[in-house]
């Protein structure tokens, strides 16, 4: 059974840089039949997409958040993180990893659980 | 960037009655769209993608319709466990866009 979990610091001090990583059980993450994505939720409010990594390492990302944002991948330790630069309290979200499986069309299939990072001093 | 906008926000309904939730893009993304289920706590959880196809696991009283720009969520009849938040989201073009979603809640 495919399961993903999120790990990193709960609190980030505003200007620092957010960094989270997603460790992927039960299938390895490099394969050409799904591909990842790191989507956010703030409190109480709606999901946005914050980008995502493909097969052969190549990312897209939010042009919202485009120029602090990168996502890599770590076959060896089959997990992909998430790094966010300059933070402000505007990122204070739950932020989640998931799977985009082929089989159900390339939407996003396996989520972690979440973890809420807030941006605070 | 496509703007999906969900109606209604807030959809007030009683067990075993039938819910209609609608999703519009702002333009076409043939039927590359999908709907989740989010409960409180919980990761939103995938329901219907492609706009028709149900998610392995998907009870049957789920359906999806819809094409191009005007996509329909129906849930036949409402068990207790489908009072949840409902968003669409399209994968026809990028950046990946979500609705707002709407809350099915208890009448």
């Known amino acids: 059974q495919l399961q993903l979990q999120e790990s990193g610091p709960g609190l980030v001090k505003p200007s620092e840089t957010l960094s989270l990583t997603c460790t992927v059980s039960?299938?390895?993450?490099?394969?050409?039949?799904?591909?990842w994505g790191w989507i956010r939720q703030p409190p109480g409010k709606g999901l946005e997409w914050v980008g995502s990594?493909?097969?052969?390492?190549?990312?897209y990302y939010n042009p919202s958040l485009k120029s602090r944002v990168t996502i890599s991948e770590d076959t060896s330790k089959n997990q992909f993180s998430l790094k966010l630069i300059s933070v402000t309290a505007a990122d204070t979200a739950v932020y989640y990893c998931?799977?985009?499986?082929?089989?159900?069309?390339?939407?996003?299939?396996?989520w972690g659980q979440g973890i809420l990072v807030t941006v605070s001093s | 960037e496509i703007v999906l906008t969900q109606s209604p926000a807030t959809l007030s309904l009683s067990p075993g009655e039938r819910a209609t939730l609608s999703c519009r893009a702002n333009?076409?993304?043939?039927?590359?769209l999908a709907w989740y289920q989010q409960k409180p706590g919980q990761a939103p959880r995938l329901l219907i993608y492609?706009?028709?196809n149900r998610a392995t696991g998907v009870p049957a009283r789920f359906s999806g319709s819809g094409s191009g720009t005007d996509f329909t969520l129906t849930i036949s009849s409402l068990e207790p466990e489908d009072f949840a938040i409902y968003y669409c989201?399209?994968?026809?073009?990028?950046?990946?866009?979500f609705g707002q979603g709407t809350k099915v809640e208890v009448k």
């Open positions: 998931a799977r985009a499986g082929a089989e159900a069309g390339y939407y996003f299939d396996y």
């Open positions: 039960g299938a390895p993450i490099k394969s050409s039949t799904y591909y």
């Open positions: 990594i493909y097969y052969g390492g190549s990312t």
């Open positions: 333009q076409s993304v043939s039927n590359n």
């Open positions: 492609d706009a028709s």
């Open positions: 989201q399209q994968r026809n073009n990028r950046p990946r866009t």
